[in-house]
């Protein structure tokens, strides 16, 4: 695609540099170099440039140097590298590209990230990447359950049984304190003790045989599996972060109040997959066909199964009916509109689940008919609940059906 000139300078300068055979070798030896060290690169293929006006050697020379520089600072942008930080960022090249607000925009996200990990919020994965730590996972979780308890005050309940236990109603009674115990101090006792001891001759004004706690009621253990639809829907249509809240609310909520229940989240796309909350909280939406509900409903029997002697309640937050199933092979099997295989596996694990005493409860998000014909017959066929909540709502409603099924299993 080169003019003849083109092709004449070319050829001239060819001639210049690698006239000397040394040179020749030591080009050679880069260019392996090169390729070793960048793999995956495509190193024989070629590209095409076009504009209104032609260039000399010189200046596509410099053309190309130009571009490679641009790759270089997208690379940086792109922090998709191991060990990346944004004090990597070639401030001269994002200001030369960009300009100067470029610079001091990242100048100030340099300063965030320096400031995020001094609190503690981020920390280094293994690879070098950044992930938020169980610090920062906490004040994300405090902050969803106070939103979420703000619109469901007045619907929290909880179911009590007559066992001493954690976090019931007093019985009367008080009980030494022990590691892990969140009961109240009875104040009396322990003062009295206190001064028993001391009476005794010990000079300590208070030690930790001193106090007691008040005894209370426990509250039935709940195994519960909250399961949410991952597919690229619920990016597309904006139900991803309040589907994040939602799990971040009800993990706060478990393991602060209900440290006795068993959570598990489960992710559903093409497949399902058991993550913890930081896997979750930190997934990227991807494009990917497949709302395996088998699949996750598979995964929350075994869950619950797990914990027979306790409540098994299993929350489904989806936006879109069930295409994907999984065969025997463990392959996922997507078809739409879904084929009567999906949906007679899918309908066999909610029968699993109505046999184990599960409660079910589905989360409709959007206003699909074919997913609210699906999900009212999986109501039926379970005796479970259908909700279809607000995007703003939903985390107040899988909460409230949480806590309502603790407080309805007697």
């Given at each position: 695609?080169?003019?003849?000139?083109?092709?004449?300078?070319?050829?001239?300068?060819?001639?210049?540099?690698?006239?000397?055979?040394?040179?020749?070798?030591a080009m050679a030896q880069l260019d392996a170099r090169l390729r070793g060290l960048r793999p995956g690169e495509d190193w024989d293929g070629?590209?095409?440039?076009?504009?209104?006006?032609?260039?000399?050697?010189?200046?596509?020379?410099?053309?190309?140097?130009?571009?490679?520089?641009?790759?270089?600072?997208?690379e940086q942008l792109s922090?998709?590298?191991?060990?990346?930080?944004?004090?990597?960022?070639?401030?001269?090249?994002?200001?030369?590209?960009?300009?100067?607000?470029?610079?001091?925009?990242?100048?100030?996200?340099?300063?965030?990230?320096?400031?995020?990990?001094?609190?503690?919020?981020?920390?280094?994965?293994?690879d070098g990447s950044l992930r938020l730590s169980p610090k920062a996972l906490r004040r994300l979780g405090e902050s969803a359950l106070r939103a979420v308890v703000d619109r469901a005050r007045g619907r929290i309940g909880q179911r009590d049984t007559q066992r001493s236990g954690a976090a019931g109603e007093p019985t009367g009674a008080t009980r030494p304190w022990a590691f892990g115990d969140t009961e109240s101090w009875d104040v009396s006792r322990t003062l009295t003790n206190a001064a028993l001891r001391h009476a005794a001759g010990d000079d300590r004004r208070l030690d930790v045989t001193d106090v007691e706690v008040v005894e209370t009621e426990q509250r039935t253990r709940a195994a519960v599996a909250l399961?949410?639809?991952?597919?690229?829907?619920?990016?597309?249509?904006?139900?991803?972060?309040?589907?994040?809240?939602?799990?971040?609310?009800?993990?706060?909520?478990?393991?602060?109040?209900?440290?006795?229940?068993?959570?598990q989240l489960v992710t559903f796309g093409r497949h399902a997959r058991q993550v913890e909350l930081a896997e979750l909280?930190?997934?990227?939406?991807?494009?990917?066909?497949?709302?395996?509900?088998?699949?996750?409903?598979?995964?929350a029997g075994r869950h619950v199964r797990r914990h027979?002697?306790?409540?098994?309640?299993?929350?489904?937050?989806?936006?879109?009916?069930?295409?994907?199933?999984?065969?025997?092979?463990?392959?996922?099997?997507?078809?739409?509109?879904?084929?009567?295989?999906?949906?007679r596996a899918t309908l066999a694990e909610v029968d699993q689940l109505s046999r184990l005493h599960a409660s079910v409860t589905v989360f409709m998000l959007g206003d699909d008919p074919?997913?609210?014909?699906?999900?009212?017959?999986?109501?039926?066929?379970?005796?479970?609940?259908?909700?279809?909540?607000?995007?703003?709502?939903?985390?107040?409603?899988?909460?409230?059906?949480?806590?309502?099924?603790?407080?309805?299993?007697?």
């Open positions: 695609s080169m003019t003849p000139e083109q092709r004449a300078e070319l050829a001239e300068l060819a001639q210049q540099a690698f006239g000397d055979p040394r040179l020749a070798q070629s590209g095409r440039f076009r504009g209104q006006n032609p260039l000399g050697m010189g200046e596509a020379t410099r053309a190309l140097e130009e571009l490679g520089q641009l790759d270089s600072l997208a922090q998709g590298y191991q060990g990346a930080r944004m004090e990597d960022i070639d401030l001269e090249a994002l200001e030369g590209a960009l300009g100067p607000q470029a610079r001091v925009d990242a100048q100030a996200l340099a300063r965030l990230e320096r400031e995020l990990e001094r609190q503690g919020l981020f920390e280094r994965a293994a399961c949410v639809d991952t597919s690229w829907s619920m990016v597309q249509d904006g139900r991803w972060v309040p589907m994040k809240r939602t799990a971040l609310a009800l993990h706060q909520l478990v393991s602060t109040r209900f440290r006795g229940d068993a959570l909280v930190g997934l990227d939406g991807a494009w990917e066909q497949g709302t395996n509900l088998h699949h996750a409903l598979l995964l027979p002697d306790a409540t098994p309640v299993v929350l489904v937050v989806t936006d879109g009916e069930p295409t994907a199933h999984l065969e025997l092979d463990g392959e996922a099997y997507f078809d739409y509109p879904p084929s009567r295989e999906t949906l074919r997913l609210a014909r699906f999900v009212d017959l999986v109501a039926r066929r379970c005796g479970g609940r259908v909700v279809a909540p607000t995007l703003d709502g939903l985390g107040a409603e899988v909460v409230a059906d949480y806590l309502g099924k603790r407080a309805a299993r007697r």
